[in-house]
């Protein structure tokens, strides 16, 4: 049984400085990398992931000769020094989850492609999104590395959630 959590409204707490403060500590920190470095590195794995376009799929590969799904993500993140784990099933424990009205380029989409069972075991990486048509890169069994649309019938039912790493 899921447990449904439910949250309160954010809490913020204000700290008044101990002693004399320069004007220039006043500035508001920032905690992780800013919004264009964020930006500049989703559209670098993007555009590395895109790279790969039509090299031959191959279950394990994580080569120009071969690559599966998940080979293709965690080669691509880990080109930039973005760590990821290297099966889809891990990848879609990372990072938070995303609805599609809000998945950006850079995010990553999960698929369970079985009739039976429900574990994840497909993963693609969103290249761009236009309106509703959100278009994405992964390797197929059949035509290997491709670009496809979550609009395809095959790949909108098999969709289970995304998650952005960023």
């Known amino acids: 049984v899921k447990k449904r959590t439910t949250y309160a409204e954010p809490r913020t707490v204000e700290v008044p400085p101990s002693g004399p403060v320069a004007e220039t500590e006043h500035a508001p920190r920032q905690s992780g990398p800013s919004a264009p470095e964020v930006f500049t590195k989703a559209a670098a794995v993007v555009e590395t992931a895109l ?49 599609l009205g809000n998945i950006r380029k850079g995010d990553l989409l999960f698929f369970n492609t079985r009739k039976r069972g429900r574990k994840i075991n497909h993963v693609g990486l969103v290249v761009e999104v236009r309106g509703d048509d959100i278009r994405f890169i992964h390797s197929t069994t059949s035509r290997g590395v491709i670009v496809s649309s979550l609009r395809e019938g095959y790949w909108n039912y098999a969709f289970v959630k995304a998650t952005r790493v960023f």
């Open 51 to 99: 790279s790969y376009a039509g090299v031959r799929y191959r279950y394990g590969g994580t080569t120009r000769k071969g690559m599966d799904c998940s080979g293709l993500l965690f080669v691509s993140f880990q080109e930039h020094e973005v760590p990821l784990p290297r099966v889809s099933s891990q990848m879609a424990d990372t990072g938070e989850k995303v609805r």
